[in-house]
């Protein structure tokens, strides 16, 4: 109200919003652009063929990547991480899980297999020299930090993808739903300045059963966090199979193989206005979900 009432003031703050204000003509070859490069879909692929044209991971966007509580989002996330690190470059904050649990889990990941040797171990990790990086923090850290940490991968790393694991890690009242809606703006605003693609993790609320699918109402905190982002995917690991499963005859298990273990759901794609659901298979040795329960883990990134 002080601003409309002070004209020389609004004069002001009128004459540096001018220099935001362009013509649309001046935009022509940007416009020209979005079309040979299929602005809508641009992005990295995702390790699974089925989602190929569907869905990808495109730069200056923000993905929330939300689920009940052990139901693999992180593990998605981190396979994500694995198979992709040949092409671009990934930073790991997992808030959650010790540096030791991560890496046991994302070299099994991009090995292909549950036991490498030592020998094979640190092949890998040469591999990831100047692609992987992790913050080596577990603890709430102050939203502040987090901007601060993603500033310098962003502009120092030329780090391309973060994983945030997750936002209740992030300095913020479970209650406090200002302080949410301005953190995740700020994400926001990261991704785009930078022209990165940022990771967050997030938990949904608990419902009457567990093997009920969640959706992006079900999420938890503010309702502008999925007004915000660019896109919503949900992680849903399928527990009524697993319980017909330890029960089934074992004729009834073949059919039973064909049910997916878990859904990968696209609840919110701002850009390109797709939303899908994928089925994926969880492959226990190498730790990986594939397309299909007769698929063969990915290989090995040094293959």
Not at 184 to 189: E, F, G, T, Y
Not at 206 to 224: H, M, N, T
């Amino acid at each position: 109200m002080n601003i409309i009432q002070d004209k020389d003031f609004l004069d002001f703050m009128a004459v540096q919003e001018s220099q935001n204000i362009i013509h649309a003509v001046d935009f022509t070859e940007l416009a020209v652009q979005s079309f040979e490069d299929g602005e809508a879909m641009s992005g990295l692929q995702l390790p699974w063929p089925k989602t190929h044209g569907r869905f990808q991971l495109r730069k200056g966007e923000v993905t929330l990547w939300a689920g009940i509580n052990g139901h693999g989002k992180s593990q998605i996330l981190g396979q994500i991480c694995a198979l992709t690190l040949p092409v671009s470059k990934w930073l790991v904050a997992s808030l959650e899980m010790p540096v030791r649990a991560t890496l046991n889990r994302m070299v099994r990941q991009m090995a292909g297999f549950a036991s490498p040797s030592q020998e094979y171990i640190e092949r890998l990790m040469k591999s990831t020299d100047g692609q992987l990086w992790i913050y080596d923090q577990l603890d709430t850290i102050p939203a502040d930090r987090i901007i601060a940490m993603i500033h310098y991968a962003a502009t120092k790393l030329g780090i391309e993808h973060i994983i945030l694991d997750s936002l209740v890690k992030c300095g913020l009242g479970v209650d406090d739903y200002n302080a949410q809606k301005n953190f995740v703006d700020k994400l926001c605003w990261a991704a785009k300045t930078h022209d990165i693609h940022i990771h967050l993790v997030h938990h949904v609320r608990k419902s009457e059963r567990e093997g009920k699918v969640p959706d992006k109402f079900d999420i938890k905190g503010a309702g502008e966090i999925t007004d915000l982002v660019d896109n919503v995917c949900i992680v849903h690991r399928n527990k009524d199979k697993e319980a017909k499963v330890r029960t089934a005859e074992p004729h009834e298990l073949y059919a039973l193989k064909f049910i997916p273990d878990t859904s990968l759901i696209v609840a919110k794609q701002r850009h390109a206005g797709i939303e899908d659901m994928f089925g994926l298979y969880f492959e226990m040795e190498s730790q990986q979900f594939i397309s299909n329960p007769d698929a063969r883990p990915f290989g090995s990134m040094m293959d």
